[in-house]
DNA sequence: CGCTTACTACTTACGTAGTAAGCGGTGCTGTAAT
């Protein structure tokens, strides 16, 4: 029944690795966590079963406007017209439209802030919804928190809306954003489907440096890699620079008009530029199966973020290369842009003090000359009107950076790490190390399956060399 | 916080040291009312 399904409206002729699985949990009406490598097929996952159903909306929440007009338009292109997006792009007219459609709907896509918006979600309150779906669910964790704070509170609005069953999908997720997804969504006793987020075909490199020396080094790496490659820096300024250098290569980051962004990933993806300097805005979503390598100039913030973003090579799952290049103090960068998120504690007792005495957020933004774009006081200020005091803001900030600095820190042991990169990486995800050819720089193919540096509980040892990595040139002896 | 850039001061002939200012990622967005 289900093949059949899968020739007539998907035309292909077979499952691959996972979709059945996932398809039926999702069918029984249970609420599912599905953990799926990248390029996967995830959107059969959840748009197959309303073709079993007899009625009912699929909703679709996306974290990319982008990702929401590809994935309407490939509906569409294989024939399906009972589909619609809600988002800003679309008028109000439209919107009005899409909202008296719903009832006849098979599926909805849209972002997790519009679910704010209480008449989309007045209205959909009213249609029998058959599945509620967030697509790359590790945005929960990632982004939920502190950027993009509807993501926390989708689980919410999916109670409002009746508590129709969930379906969370990511490529790479550890315990803590399992647990992040979990609670997010207000999962009940989710099935958890979970493939290895191991990518054989890709090698493991860390190459460290003196900061001087890493301009030459990368010049060097780009010698000996294949190409199309894709080069990921921290700052903007760095991604442009780097990209002056080489040559065939463009730049990509969130400081380029959307047109210009779309325009270079369709480069990037016809092979007409075959080398990408960018920021992390690059890649979700990007479905190029020939990129044969990855380098970090700069390292990310989290093991996890290391891994969505080296997980864009080999997707065609031939042979590919991710290298890092570390120079002492690189994470400074990282734990500056991590702390800036939050609003200093001078800019809490400020607006607490104006908000004790009724002011509103847009006088006290004028009289204190905050700026009501900037992430940090825009989260603070959610957390206000959530009702939350000085010292539940003020706790809750601590616990945040604990947790991110202690992911930050094992990026760091990543890079430091002297048994096997793969294995550390396989032991973060709570994976057995598996033993392969072409694994990494520190044990090639001679990987064996041992004990992994330290992890969590590793309390003491931890505190000191969190002081080490972070304050010693200020606190050295 | 730490790195880079821009400017100033002082010295002494076009250069250098010292200080101040600026910069550093990710994306969504009913936006009320004249």
């Known amino acids: ?41 995830k959107s059969i996952c959840y748009q197959l079963p309303s073709y079993l159903q007899p009625e009912g909306l699929t909703l679709i929440l996306s974290p990319l406007l982008s990702l929401i007009e590809d994935q309407v338009m490939q509906i569409k292109q294989r024939g399906e017209r009972s589909v619609a997006k809600l988002t800003s792009l679309e008028t109000r007219e439209q919107k009005e439209q899409v909202l008296h459609q719903l009832p006849r709907l098979r599926y909805l896509y849209l972002s997790p802030e519009q679910l704010a918006v209480p008449q989309v979600k007045q209205r ?89 020396d890493k301009d030459r080094l990368l010049e060097a790496w780009l010698k000996k890699v294949e190409r199309p490659c894709v080069i990921y ?64 100039y700069t390292m990310p913030a989290t093991i996890e973020a290391y891994m969505q973003e080296i997980g864009r090579a080999g997707r065609d799952g031939k042979p590919s290369t991710a290298i890092l290049l570390y120079a002492p ?69 601590e616990a945040r950076k604990k947790i991110r600095l202690r992911e930050l820190m094992q990026m760091i042991n990543y890079i430091q790490n002297t048994l096997c990169r793969r294995a550390f990486i396989l032991h973060h995800f709570d994976e057995t190390a598996v033993v392969q050819d072409r694994c990494c720089d520190l044990c090639g193919n001679l990987t064996e399956d041992k004990p992994i ?20 040139s200020r606190h050295s002896v």
């Open 124 to 212: 959909l309150a009213d249609v029998k919804i058959n599945l509620f779906v967030v697509d790359e669910a590790h945005c929960i964790s990632q982004w939920g928190h502190e950027f993009r704070t509807d993501y926390a509170k989708l689980g919410h609005v999916r109670r409002q809306l009746g508590n129709p069953p969930c379906l969370a999908l990511t490529a790479t997720a550890t315990k803590r954003v399992e647990q992040d997804i979990v609670e997010g969504l207000l999962l009940q006793q989710p099935n958890r489907i979970r493939h290895s987020v191991n990518r054989p075909e890709i090698q493991l490199i860390v190459d460290q440096a003196e900061q001087d």
């Open 329 to 397: 103090g690189d994470q400074r960068l990282q734990h500056f842009l991590l702390e800036k998120q939050y609003a200093p504690s001078l800019w809490i007792d400020q607006v607490v003090e104006g908000r004790r005495r009724h002011e509103s957020f847009e006088t006290m933004e004028h009289r204190l000359g905050l700026d009501p774009d900037d992430p940090a006081y825009r989260l603070l200020k959610v957390q206000l009107m959530d009702g939350k005091s000085r010292s539940d803001i003020i706790d809750w900030q």
């Open 453 to 472: 540096i330290q992890t969590e509980d590793d309390q003491l040892n931890w505190k000191r060399r969190l002081e080490e990595v972070f304050f010693s």
């Open 233 to 296: 820096t921290t700052t903007r300024r760095e991604a442009e620079r780097i990209a002056q250098q080489i040559t065939n290569a463009a730049y990509y980051h969130a400081g380029l008009e959307a047109e210009d962004r779309q325009l270079i990933q369709q480069q990037f993806l016809y092979d007409e530029i075959d080398c990408l300097v960018c920021t992390s805005a690059f890649g979700m979503g990007v479905n190029k199966g020939n990129v044969r390598t990855v380098i970090h």
């Open 1 to 41: 029944m289900m093949e059949k399904v899968l020739r007539r409206f998907f035309r292909y002729d077979h499952f691959r690795t996972g979709q059945q699985e996932i398809i039926e949990s999702v069918l029984s009406g249970q609420d599912t966590l599905a953990i799926l490598p990248t390029g996967g097929g």
